[in-house]
């Protein structure tokens, strides 16, 4: 039986990717099962930062014990100062020792927390099982590259195990989501929220009739307050409903009274007793497929299609499952927190690939949509995460940009914006840049 030692800082994820891989794939990656986890944590640091640390520790044990329901011990031992090599070396030493002296195999994965405390947990267990006779292995995880990399002085033939590139570890968005303590929010993610007929018909109506698509718009933003009064004005809607129903473009708009049976109410003038607040709320899903949803359904189509027929699911490892690995407009809820949101995500292994879709015709608002998906995605799935912007920006607009959200960050090939001469195969171009992203 072997021991798995953890070094845990702010980010859960390498080490529940290395638990992960360790204690359910076949073959056991060490030979034999994993039966206890060690995990060490700051325990003397900035108030918050020792807060979350803490927590963080707590959080891993809680999500890694989900792997193997009752089948796994865990000890959780705190660094009393992570500054100084003689007290990290001591901690390290006490919190071992139990476990050397019955010869066990112990494997130290020295991906998580500071440097120094890797440096010095590596060199004090290495030489702590040397002197007992336990036997010692160490493994380091890059999550940029995806690679976990076994170090040779201790894994003998086994010099390198690549868990990501491979995708023979596999996460789903809840584990995700709960590493980082959210829950989703149920019925927000897959396909479902717009209707197909409605999305080809704006489809078409924005590739074949630009006027009429942007009349529609216009006219639907005038009677439902698109925005973030649009749950607050309903009283103010419903004052001045004639004022409204007077100045609405309702030739633009009768494309979609099959899919608003608002607009025929008002059409009628049989709305009084149904316009309240519940009334259009019902119509919410529909308002926000016609202001600009209907392209994150498009290109959640086309990236399902590229990959459905180039990677038939008998030889690929993109296993777009809905919603575990695959899904659109999803919330998920933290207390006391706002609402986590993307609007389109896949996950390739345990790579998270997060996308933002917007119609709007602003750079200043497209560069802040941008800004935001970068946040949020690597907010849940670290630095190796992958963030694209899909805009229906002219070329000129998208590469300035590209270029100035480059500035501002350092995630490199792991962040694009597409623009409209990318529309039609918006797919292939997602996929592509996700294989570049890996390189």
């Known amino acids: 039986m072997a021991i798995l030692v953890l070094l845990q800082g702010l980010n859960l994820l390498p080490n529940y990717v290395v638990a992960k891989d360790l204690l359910v794939s076949d073959p056991l990656p060490l030979g034999e099962p994993v039966e206890e986890i060690l995990v060490f944590y700051e325990a003397k640091a900035k108030e918050n930062y020792w807060s979350a640390t803490i927590q963080q520790a707590h959080r891993l044990k809680k999500e890694i014990a989900k792997l193997k329901p009752g089948q796994i011990q865990f000890t959780l031992k705190a660094l009393s100062n992570v500054h100084e090599r003689i007290w990290i070396r001591r901690d390290i030493e006490r919190g071992l020792e139990p476990f050397i002296a019955k010869k066990q195999?112990?494997?130290?994965?020295?991906?998580?927390?500071?440097?120094?405390?890797?440096v010095h947990s590596y060199m004090m267990a290495q030489t702590a099982c040397k002197t007992s006779?336990?036997?010692?292995?160490?493994?380091?995880?890059?999550?940029?590259?995806?690679?976990?990399?076994?170090?040779?002085?201790?894994?003998?033939?086994?010099?390198?195990?690549?868990?990501?590139?491979?995708?023979?570890?596999?996460?789903t968005i809840k584990e995700f989501l709960a590493l980082s303590g959210y829950e989703m929010v149920p019925g927000q993610t897959g396909s479902e929220g717009t209707e197909d007929s409605l999305q080809d018909l704006l489809l078409t109506l924005w590739k074949n009739q630009r006027e009429q698509y942007e009349r529609i718009q216009s006219a639907v933003k005038s009677l439902y307050?698109?925005?973030?009064?649009?749950?607050k004005n309903v009283g103010a809607f419903k004052d001045h409903v004639e004022v409204v129903k007077s100045q609405l473009d309702w030739k633009a708009l009768e494309p979609m009274v099959p899919y608003l049976p608002t607009l025929q109410l008002i059409q009628d003038g049989t709305y009084s007793t149904l316009l309240t607040k519940a009334g259009l709320s019902d119509d919410e899903a529909t308002v926000e497929c016609i202001g600009g949803r209907w392209y994150a359904g498009y290109v959640r189509q086309q990236i399902a299609q590229v990959v459905e027929k180039n990677n038939p699911v008998a030889e690929t490892p993109w296993h777009l499952s809905i919603p575990d690995t695959f899904g659109q407009s999803l919330v998920a809820k933290r207390p006391g927190q706002h609402n986590f949101e993307l609007d389109i995500y896949f996950i390739v292994g345990y790579q998270l690939i997060g996308i933002s879709v917007t119609t709007e015709d602003s750079a200043a608002v497209s560069k802040g949509m941008g800004f935001e998906v970068i946040h949020r995605t690597q907010q849940i799935g670290g630095d190796g995460s992958v963030a694209f912007l899909v805009t229906l920006l002219p070329d000129d607009k998208r590469d300035e940009l590209q270029k100035a959200l480059e500035s501002d960050t350092d995630i490199g090939k792991r962040f694009q914006v597409f623009g409209q001469?990318?529309?039609?195969t918006i797919g292939s171009k997602i996929v592509d840049a996700v294989y570049d992203a890996q390189e």
């Open 133 to 171: 006779g336990a036997k010692f292995t160490a493994s380091y995880l890059d999550d940029r590259h995806h690679q976990l990399y076994w170090d040779q002085a201790t894994a003998g033939s086994q010099s390198q195990q690549s868990i990501g590139a491979d995708h023979s570890v596999e996460l």
């Open 225 to 231: 307050y698109l925005g973030t009064d649009y749950q």
């Open 421 to 424: 001469s990318d529309f039609e």
């Open 105 to 118: 195999h112990i494997h130290l994965s020295y991906s998580g927390g500071t440097k120094p405390i890797s």
